[in-house]
């Protein structure tokens, strides 16, 4: 009982932030939106028992990725882009294509029967702490997607260093 | 009425509201007197007596204080972006008060809001949504010194928070859970040393983990914005930094808040590193321990404050990046190592 209305809250807090996300018109509210919909997410990530993710969701998406957003948002002067009639038109097919393939996925999943849920149970119950499931199966099973992002990570923290240094010969010897 | 107060859940919902309210009123009443403390304390320090004026030993001067508050004029900017700025404030306050919920004071079931198994995540979590209530307050002022304030303190805080996360590391792999309450229960019995009981010391992480617990209490002070890390609001260079626009209760919010989240570091040190409600004594003084400990801590922070200058701010990035995150990286290796091959327990 607790349960069920606390997850309709969480879902309604999610999908109505998650609209206001795209139809604010000030990017900063937005963005803080979107932070809403993340700590919503993890509340639903924790009914369901899987509460190392629902605080990673936080720590990560909402402590951490998004500060970085509203960072950018907030103090890089953002300019629009001035768009040609061409350009508005493209977009604008794009936007109805998506849209429209997304209504027929969306009908097909009602017409299948698995909106309400997933109709058969789990099994086994999950074990009252999963974090430590997470880390055997994350060191074993997964053990080489999770070391092959973990040099993409790297690449990428290089490639930022290098970017934010600029390209001018010995301008690192220069800071010390 | 009666099948009502028989339901399980109703029975949960209304004793953790019970419990939250307790805790809210409780730690109100800890902040006004914290912010007494280290107005005495200062004073002091600074050879002077601080307030003294209301009541005996001006003991009142926090009632007086916060009326002062309430009847301020309250002052919005013109220009401001009037929703966040109003949010903001709130910001401030709540991530500290549900990090309440997961500090076990004692070893009773009642003196705990809850004991979730992710306890130890939950404190991490609340503490990186910290950075929201400073930075939207600085934008949303639309005022240059508060919005320098706001950049400083979002660039500090996350990069502290990489290594308070990793400080916390050592005493995780020691404890091999992330309940608080399991972490603080590790920590009883009398402290032993290859096989050698020292008396009159406990089991506590400290002595296992110093290198962590100073970078924590180091980050600890940074994450709160406290001197020698204030520099969202070094009142020298920013006016007042971040809250330079605000006033009255909303002002009051920002510094509820710093303070709240004073304590709650404090706690979250003290469940880590100083072994909680463990202490000398019968199971009930568990709360008394906690608390002294929790004081001993928060004195030590008002300490620091009055002490030590503030940092520039190439200082604070250079401290943080290459003092603090390498050592607790070295820490936490070095730690895995030693628990691995069974030595040093």
């Known amino acids: 009982m607790i349960v069920e209305s606390l997850f309709a809250a969480f879902a309604a807090v999610a999908l109505c932030s998650g609209l206001m996300v795209i139809l604010h018109r000030n990017a900063v509210t937005s963005a803080l939106f979107l932070v809403l919909a993340f700590c919503a997410l993890a509340g639903i990530y924790l009914l369901m028992g899987a509460e190392f993710v ?123 | 009425m009666m099948q009502i107060w028989s339901n399980p859940d109703v029975q949960f919902v209304v004793w953790a509201l019970v419990k939250i309210t307790v805790i809210l009123f409780t730690m109100l009443g800890l902040v006004s007197y914290l912010i007494y403390a280290e107005r005495k304390i200062a004073g002091h320090i600074q050879s002077r007596t601080g307030p003294n004026r209301v009541g005996p030993l001006g003991l009142l001067q926090p009632i007086a204080d916060v009326l002062k508050l309430f009847f301020k004029e309250e002052f919005i900017p013109d220009e401001a972006n009037k929703v966040i700025y109003h949010v903001a404030p709130t910001l401030a306050v709540v991530p500290a008060l549900v990090t309440f919920s997961v500090i076990p004071f004692g070893p009773q079931d009642a003196l705990r809001v809850t004991d979730i198994n992710v306890g130890l995540l939950l404190f991490l979590a609340m503490s990186s949504l910290g950075v929201y209530s400073i930075t939207l307050g600085g934008w949303a002022s639309n005022n240059k010194y508060a919005l320098l304030g706001g950049l400083r303190s979002s660039a500090q805080m996350i990069s502290y928070e990489l290594a308070m996360g990793l400080s916390t590391v050592g005493v995780l792999l020691l404890a091999g859970s992330l309940s608080l309450v399991r972490i603080v229960e590790m920590q009883s019995g009398p402290l032993t040393l290859f096989g050698v009981a020292i008396p009159f010391l406990q089991n506590w992480f400290v002595f296992f983990q110093p290198v962590a617990f100073v970078i924590f209490v180091i980050t600890a002070l940074a994450e709160t914005n406290r001197a020698p890390f204030d520099l969202p609001e070094a009142e020298a260079e920013l006016v007042a930094g971040f809250h330079t626009e605000y006033s009255s209760m909303k002002f009051g919010l920002f510094f509820l808040g710093e303070f709240m989240n004073v304590i709650a570091i404090c706690a979250i040190a003290v469940t880590l590193f100083l072994g909680g409600w463990n202490g000398p004594g019968p199971p009930a003084l568990g709360i008394v321990w906690f608390f002294l400990k929790l004081a001993a801590l928060l004195f030590f922070f008002i300490w620091v404050r009055w002490t030590f200058p503030r940092l520039r701010y190439d200082q604070l990035m250079h401290f943080g990046w290459k003092v603090l995150l390498p050592v607790t990286l070295i820490n936490v290796v070095v730690t895995a190592f030693v628990m691995h091959w069974g030595a040093g327990r």
């Open chain 1, 54 to 176: 629902g605080m990673v969701q936080i720590i990560v998406y909402a402590g951490a990725i998004m500060v970085l957003f509203l960072f950018v948002i907030m103090y890089l002067n953002l300019k629009h882009d001035v768009e040609t009639g061409v350009q508005v038109a493209v977009r604008r097919g794009l936007g109805w294509i998506l849209g429209a393939v997304l209504l027929t996925e969306g009908a097909l999943l009602l017409r299948r029967g698995w909106f309400p849920g997933p109709v058969a149970a789990p099994a086994v119950p999950p074990p009252a702490g999963n974090t430590e499931a997470i880390g055997e199966v994350l060191f074993t099973r997964y053990l080489f997607p999770f070391e092959v992002i973990a040099m993409v990570l790297l690449v990428a923290m290089v490639g930022v260093i290098v970017v934010g240094k600029g390209l001018r010969p010995g301008a690192g010897e220069e800071e010390r």
